[in-house]
């Protein structure tokens, strides 16, 4: 069964950072691209940050510059590295594993609050 556990949100302030992890169990992690998507209150959820197996990062023009993603395989763990922060990244965070063969898998989220 393909778990995937996000952590590492909180609430800071503007201008701070914090570093959002994600734990996949249950499958080929090496295998499979990354991707961080997040969802504010009243807003659909939107991509953030993608990965793929071979390490090829892309990133929504809004953090650009400032949310790194990487991953590192030996642990099954994906990063987004939050850097200058602002009120408008307030959201829940989700990461999603897709396979080789398109299947997607789903984290339940973690909240990242930024107060201004």
């Known amino acids: 069964q393909v778990q995937l556990v996000e952590s590492g949100g909180g609430l800071v302030q503007a201008g701070e950072s914090l570093r959002l992890s994600c734990l996949v169990s249950g499958t080929s992690f090496g295998l499979g691209a990354m991707g961080w998507y997040r969802q504010a209150p009243r807003n659909q959820r939107e991509w953030v940050a993608g990965i793929s197996r071979g390490g090829s990062t892309n990133y929504a023009d809004s953090v650009k510059g400032r949310f790194p993603i990487s991953r590192d395989n030996a642990k099954n763990t994906v990063y987004l590295e939050m850097n200058s922060l602002k009120p408008e990244d307030t959201a829940v965070y989700y990461c999603?594993?897709?396979?080789?063969?398109?299947?997607?898998?789903w984290g339940k989220g973690t909240q990242v609050t930024v107060s201004s």
């Open positions: 999603k594993w897709t396979s080789g063969t398109g299947y997607e898998y």
